[in-house]
């Protein structure tokens, strides 16, 4: 298999290359690159501008938004605007809610929600884990009785990114309490204004507000709002975590993060030279690029056998692109705070020496929470063991 790009596919990489670092304001991708947060306004700012030159959701159908592009592009695009540092199409839109609804809403969902998704103008969240039901999804409670032309929603659930912003949650539901567990889930769109939903944040580890708990006390939900079939949510939910699971490998973030530590490290002093004096710190360095270029070459092969037709059935492949990039990412920001080494306290426990810090304060101030914020890529969307699991049964045949 030739994986090399075509004169085609290298022009369509420096047309993204150059959108990407003009057109997208600067200020936002320094956040990025320092593993800073992002306020709501800045993901909407950044979704507009792509959206506006259609690039928001290229991977949708065309009716909805998406480009004729090969997997190929779609991969270029992607790593393009990781190594830039632009921070991607709102996840929970663009790359779950929007294919899911593209491929098994009806057409009336389509038209309402699609165009709004792209546009960042309804915000969307994820309501999947619950407390006992994270990585053992199928045992979720939450429950969704039918009242009518409604559903009655009771049920909690938590680990909800950025629930804070969202205007809309997709939930599963349970809908039949006899059927085998992963048979009687649903796959429902809540308004995130409807009475009896409460909001709750969880301060994560670093002391952000990123997550939340979401509680349902008797919320009343139109039928109309059930995705597909009742009691076929797990299919769709099966499908949506392909998806994201193949976008959480982020090979491009940690190649721009990489490239940030080499830049840092020839500067940053340490002993009678810098930290890229030291054999041991640029040799760990080198073993991240090594077995970061070894998963960009899989997932390159990946892409070039999706070809431009994707099915619906989830690719197992995703899991071990999951398993590893989640893996690369975590090794990067340790790299991080060991380079920034007794300055990634914080501040004022640095002491003078910080004030000839190369790169200013911004970089180490973010080191250790970056750290400690990427301990969660190994757990979400489905932890590494669970994927080693789908590896055995969907690759090796166990």
Same mark, same amino acid.
């Given at each position: 298999?030739?994986?090399?790009? !075509?004169?085609?596919?290298?022009?369509?990489?420096?047309?993204?290359?150059?959108?990407?670092?003009?057109?997208?304001?600067?200020?936002?991708?320094?956040?990025?690159?320092?593993?800073?947060?992002?306020?709501?306004?800045?993901?909407?700012?950044?979704?507009?501008?792509?959206?506006?030159?259609?690039?928001?959701?290229?991977?949708?159908?065309?009716?909805?938004?998406?480009?004729?592009?090969?997997?190929?592009?779609?991969?270029?695009?992607? #790593?393009?605007?990781?190594? +830039?540092?632009?921070? %991607?199409?709102?996840?929970?839109?663009?790359?779950?809610?929007?294919?899911?609804?593209?491929?098994?809403?009806?057409? *009336?969902?389509?038209?309402?929600?699609?165009?709004?998704?792209?546009?960042?103008?309804?915000?969307?969240?994820? =309501?999947?884990?619950?407390?006992?039901?994270?990585?053992?999804?199928?045992? /979720?409670?939450?429950?969704?009785?039918?009242?009518?032309?409604?559903?009655?929603?009771?049920?909690?659930?938590?680990?909800? !990114?950025?629930?804070?912003?969202?205007?809309?949650?997709?939930? /599963?539901?349970? !809908?039949?309490?006899?059927?085998?567990?992963?048979? =009687?889930?649903?796959?429902?769109?809540?308004?995130?204004?409807?009475?009896?939903?409460?909001?709750?944040?969880?301060?994560? /580890? #670093?002391?952000?507000?990123?997550?939340?708990?979401?509680?349902? *006390?008797?919320?009343?939900?139109?039928?109309?709002?059930?995705?597909?079939?009742?009691?076929?949510?797990?299919?769709?939910?099966?499908?949506?975590?392909?998806?994201?699971?193949?976008?959480? +490998?982020?090979?491009?973030? !940690?190649?721009?993060?990489?490239?940030?530590?080499?830049?840092?490290?020839?500067?940053?002093?340490?002993?009678?030279?810098?930290?890229? *004096?030291?054999?041991?710190?640029?040799?760990?360095?080198?073993?991240?690029?090594?077995?970061?270029?070894?998963?960009?070459?899989?997932?390159?092969?990946?892409?070039?056998?999706?070809?431009? +037709?994707?099915?619906?059935?989830?690719?197992?492949?995703?899991?071990?692109?999951?398993?590893?990039?989640?893996? %690369?990412?975590?090794?990067?920001? #340790? &790299?991080?705070?060991?380079?920034?080494?007794?300055?990634?306290?914080?501040?004022?426990?640095?002491?003078?020496?910080?004030?000839?810090?190369?790169?200013?304060?911004?970089?180490?101030?973010?080191?250790?929470?970056?750290?400690?914020?990427?301990?969660?890529?190994?757990?979400?969307?489905?932890?590494?063991?669970?994927?080693?699991?789908?590896?055995?049964?969907?690759? &090796?045949?166990?």
């Amino acid at each position: 298999m030739d994986l090399r790009f !075509t004169d085609e596919e290298i022009a369509f990489r420096d047309e993204v290359r150059t959108f990407c670092r003009t057109e997208i304001p600067a200020e936002i991708r320094k956040k990025v690159s320092e593993g800073r947060s992002l306020s709501k306004e800045d993901y909407v700012t950044s979704q507009r501008i792509l959206n506006a030159k259609g690039w928001a959701v290229p991977h949708w159908p065309q009716e909805w938004g998406g480009r004729d592009w090969t997997s190929i592009q779609r991969y270029i695009y992607t #790593e393009e605007l990781f190594q +830039a540092a632009v921070p %991607l199409p709102q996840q929970f839109n663009c790359y779950m809610f929007g294919p899911v609804l593209a491929t098994f809403g009806r057409q *009336d969902q389509k038209e309402r929600f699609l165009s709004r998704a792209a546009n960042l103008d309804d915000w969307w969240c994820q =309501g999947f884990s619950e407390p006992g039901a994270g990585s053992d999804l199928a045992s /979720l409670k939450t429950k969704a009785v039918r009242d009518g032309d409604h559903y009655v929603v009771d049920g909690q659930k938590t680990w909800t !990114t950025l629930g804070q912003h969202a205007d809309w949650i997709f939930c /599963l539901v349970r !809908t039949d309490f006899e059927a085998k567990k992963q048979r =009687g889930i649903s796959f429902l769109l809540i308004d995130m204004k409807s009475p009896g939903i409460t909001v709750r944040p969880i301060l994560t /580890l #670093e002391g952000r507000h990123e997550v939340n708990e979401v509680f349902f *006390d008797s919320v009343r939900v139109p039928v109309e709002n059930l995705v597909g079939e009742e009691n076929k949510g797990w299919d769709y939910a099966k499908f949506l975590l392909a998806n994201e699971r193949t976008g959480i +490998a982020r090979i491009g973030l !940690t190649k721009e993060r990489i490239a940030r530590i080499k830049r840092l490290a020839r500067e940053m002093p340490a002993g009678p030279g810098t930290m890229w *004096d030291d054999p041991a710190f640029r040799s760990r360095v080198a073993e991240v690029e090594v077995e970061l270029k070894a998963l960009e070459i899989t997932q390159m092969r990946v892409a070039a056998k999706k070809g431009r +037709a994707d099915s619906v059935e989830p690719d197992p492949a995703s899991s071990l692109l999951k398993i590893r990039g989640s893996q %690369l990412q975590q090794a990067a920001t #340790e &790299l991080l705070v060991e380079l920034a080494g007794p300055f990634a306290l914080a501040a004022p426990a640095r002491g003078a020496g910080a004030n000839n810090l190369p790169g200013g304060f911004d970089w180490v101030d973010a080191a250790a929470p970056s750290y400690f914020n990427n301990r969660k890529v190994s757990i979400y969307g489905g932890s590494n063991e669970i994927q080693h699991n789908v590896i055995a049964k969907g690759i &090796l045949g166990l």
